[in-house]
């Protein structure tokens, strides 16, 4: 005679119960006991709360990934069989986010997705043309009745198929993700057409004559509003444009006694970028720069550090800016930081093969100090980040002093000097000889 443990016999009790299939696997994995089943479908059937949530409340475990995947599977084919459609299961056949996103835009919208939630998820353009639709609730005749009128107006033909509701909120989530995905990508294109597209720059001036002369008083109050101007807001566009496609190191924006003066440094040498501009726009031009640096435009009487981002061309570029007073206004230097720089291989930036050699066995030993010296805008820091980037690897601890840290390299550790915290290149240096380093930048 075969005897069973108490706990065996209240499971074989169980599955004389005939509780579902799923119901039972629970039971027959040792997940939930007999009578908690009862409780929870009792529950199930009273609040409308799904199976899976209430048992995993009288548990109080998550229910295990084989069991989640049988109850998902159960779930769809009830679904199937009340509704009388196919079931859209996403882990199984995933959905292109970027076609759900084209059908809202183009054929059914968000609101009344969300509003009947179903979504698109895919279309047929065979004869005839067709749509899928997945529906928590297929048979909602309004619903159906939204979805005839813009289908048939088209000459599509609509495939409905079913869709659990956490299926449909993931869906959904997905849809939000893709769409800030998409504004920001479109906000990028903006930003480069808006920094590509040069025009004449004496246009834009014509465009100012309605500004007239700004008094000191009246300064604090005018510059912000000034400063946000079309033409004002276009002018340092193309200022910005003209400096970026010329490839220039530094912007130089001048106040002088009767114009508004800008320069460019190219090649270590500094050279006029513009005719000499209306001295009027100077407070607003000035302004505007602030602005985009998030500084003080208020303060006028010291020194300020700010930086600008701007995409271009697909790439960040960083824009160092700095404001000082001057006797005619506060002159703005802008030094551009184009990561795109110091991704470049020795090999391209030194194009005689004889130096190339020189300088990747200099970077190369264990030992020895480079000094590498030039005027401003030179390439001194894209030829030390370049160095830096050939000994990059693994096996290399590379750490760097900077004032200011002007481009970013993933896999080198960068210290900024913070004077006034006793931060300096003494104290930096100090320290990086006990962090076991191989390569030290300065």
Do not use: W
């Not at 929870?40 to 995947?69: M, N, Y």
């Not at 184009?338 to 990747?360: C, F, H, M, W, Y």
């Not at 970077?363 to 480079?370: K, N, V």
């Amino acid at each position: 005679m075969t005897y069973l443990s108490s706990t065996k016999r209240s499971r074989a009790v169980a599955l004389r119960n005939y509780f579902s299939p799923f119901g039972n696997k629970l039971v027959e994995t040792g997940y939930i006991e007999p009578d908690q089943m009862k409780k929870a479908l009792v529950e199930t059937r009273k609040t409308g709360v799904p199976l899976i949530e209430v048992v995993q409340s009288l548990t109080g475990r998550e229910l295990p990934p084989d069991l989640q995947r049988q109850y998902k599977k159960h779930h769809l084919f009830e679904l199937k069989i009340l509704y009388g459609v196919d079931c859209v299961d996403p882990e199984v056949s995933p959905v292109a986010d970027r076609q759900m996103a084209q059908l809202i835009e183009n054929l059914i919208s968000f609101d009344i997705c969300r509003r009947h939630k179903l979504l698109p998820i895919s279309k047929d353009d065979g004869t005839p043309p067709s749509v899928l639709v997945a529906m928590v609730d297929p048979d909602d005749l309004t619903a159906q009745d939204d979805l005839n009128r813009i289908v048939r107006a088209r000459g599509i033909n609509l495939k409905r198929m079913v869709i659990t509701q956490a299926d449909y909120d993931r869906l959904l989530e997905q849809y939000h993700e893709l769409q800030t995905e998409l504004d920001q990508e479109k906000e990028k294109i903006d930003q480069e057409k808006a920094l590509e597209k040069l025009g004449d720059i004496s246009s834009l001036v014509d465009n100012m004559d309605s500004m007239g002369e700004v008094e000191d008083e009246d300064a604090d109050s005018l510059d912000a509003n000034e400063a946000n101007n079309a033409p004002i807001i276009n002018l340092v566009n193309k200022i910005l444009a003209k400096a970026l496609q010329e490839g220039v190191s530094d912007i130089h924006v001048e106040p002088q006694e009767e114009c508004l003066r800008i320069r460019f440094r190219k090649d270590g040498v500094l050279q006029e970028a513009f005719d000499p501009l209306p001295k009027k726009i100077i407070p607003a031009a000035v302004a505007r720069f602030k602005i985009m640096s998030d500084l003080d435009i208020a303060e006028r009487r010291l020194p300020q550090d700010g930086k600008i981002r701007r995409m271009y061309q697909g790439r960040k570029v960083d824009f160092r800016v700095n404001t000082l007073p001057s006797r005619y206004g506060e002159k703005v230097c802008l030094r551009i930081l184009d990561n795109s720089a110091t991704q470049l291989g020795l090999d391209k930036l030194i194009t005689n093969q004889e130096t190339l050699e020189i300088v990747r066995d200099l970077a190369s030993r264990p030992f020895g100090l480079i000094l590498v010296t030039g005027p401003t805008g030179s390439g001194k820091s894209t030829s030390l980040y370049s160095v830096l980037a050939e000994r990059n690897n693994p096996g290399v601890n590379i750490s760097t002093a900077e004032d200011p840290i002007e481009y970013s390299l993933p896999g080198i550790t960068q210290v900024q000097v913070i004077r006034e915290k006793g931060m300096n290149f003494a104290s930096i240096l100090r320290a990086f000889m006990r962090q076991d380093p191989d390569v030290i930048l300065v």
